[in-house]
T-cell receptor
Framework: AQTVTQSQPEMSVQEAETVTLSCTYDTSESNYYLFWYKQPPSRQMILVIRQEAYKQQNATENRFSVNFQKAAKSFSLKISDSQLGDTAMYFCAFMKQNDMRFGAGTRLTVKP | NAGVTQTPKFQVLKTGQSMTLQCAQDMNHEYMSWYRQDPGMGLRLIHYSVGAGITDQGEVPNGYNVSRSTTEDFPLRLLSAAPSQTSVYFC???????????FGQGTRLTVV
């Protein structure tokens, strides 16, 4: 079974600075999908960014970008120009077929 | 523009009681799934469905039943609630494998 590990339970960053959240996963598959989801205090799960494993180019969505290292099975999220509204839990997720596995999450606090 | 609607938002059950968590989506998505979220463990897949009449087990299916009689609805049934089922439950839907999963707002269930 696939496993997803987020080794940073909590992180903090100053407003306007850059922060990187780590994620590693374990799989023997070659084709799969990776995601970062944000969960603010409202509890709503919000897709931040998505990466297809067969694409070598790292995905980017405005201030959010990933560093996808397939051989190392690493999928880190970089948030640039951090904003107070980025304060949330962030979950890394792996999907193969219909099976989606989540990491335990990283609680990010953006400080003014 | 409802998306994924879960009801109820909060529920308290006594041990041994049964109940059904409702989930409906209006996006004509084929794929629907149920997750539970526990502190420090991220989201774990309970059951999923790839279309009307088709369901399958996820990572933690014990104690839960599902059915999918229509594309829109995917209820989750607890036949005999146990304190270990105290959790936050999320329903999600997506149009295809590997694409964005849209989540409902969650149901906080407490079993006493």
């Amino acid at each position: 079974a696939q496993t997803v590990t987020q080794s940073q339970p909590e992180m903090s960053v100053q407003e306007a600075e850059t922060v990187t959240l780590s994620c590693t996963y374990d799989t023997s598959e070659s084709n799969y999908y990776l995601f970062w989801y944000k969960q603010p205090p409202s509890r709503q799960m919000i897709l931040v960014i998505r990466q297809e494993a067969y694409k070598q180019q790292n995905a980017t969505e405005n201030r959010f970008s990933v560093n996808f290292q397939k051989a190392a099975k690493s999928f880190s999220l970089k948030i640039s120009d951090s904003q107070l509204g980025d304060t949330a839990m962030y979950f890394c997720a792996f999907m193969k077929q219909n099976d989606m596995r989540f990491g335990a999450g990283t609680r990010l606090t953006v400080k003014p | 523009n409802a998306g994924v609607t879960q009801t109820p938002k909060f529920q308290v059950l006594k041990t041994g009681q049964s109940m059904t968590l409702q989930c409906a989506q209006d996006m004509n998505h084929e794929y629907m799934s149920w997750y539970r979220q526990d502190p420090g463990m991220g989201l774990r897949l309970i059951h999923y469905s790839v279309g009307a009449g088709i369901t399958d087990q996820g990572e933690v299916p014990n104690g839960y039943n599902v059915s999918r009689s229509t594309t829109e609805d995917f209820p989750l049934r607890l036949l005999s609630a146990a304190p270990s089922q105290t959790s936050v439950y999320f329903c999600a839907s997506s149009s295809n494998r590997g694409y964005e999963a849209f989540f409902g707002q969650g149901t906080r269930l407490t079993v006493v």
